[in-house]
């Protein structure tokens, strides 16, 4: 996807296997900016709560649904150039032997990375 709404984003790309979930989100804003978006972000994000903030990262903790039993999230921020970043993302289940969660872990990526993008 292309400009979700917000002249910042430059791209999207989720995408999940077995469980597990990896996405990333192109943005023209420098990495300085990315922990105050993803903190502005976590409150409106249901079920999910963030569990560490660094410079250089973040960590949510989702909620267990009928679709999962939870799962760990991770953002790291990769500055591509001077006002440019690549914002990557991946999730896996609380409990490492899950095979299957409905597409749960894909479409939680989606909700993380489209709050912090709208945050910037």
Known sequence: ????????????NVTSKRARGRGELVVSAPAAALPGAVERAAPRLPGITLTGLWQER?????????????MSIVLSFEPVDAGTTRVLASSTPAVPTTMMDFG???????????AVAAEL
Request: aromatic share 8%; net charge neutral; hydrophobic share 45%.
């Open 1 to 12: 996807m292309t400009n979700m709404g917000n002249s910042k984003t430059l791209s999207l």
């Open 58 to 70: 973040a960590e949510f903790a989702a909620d267990m649904t009928w679709k999962s039993f939870g």
């Open 104 to 114: 749960q872990s894909k479409a939680q990526l989606s909700d993380v990375l489209a």
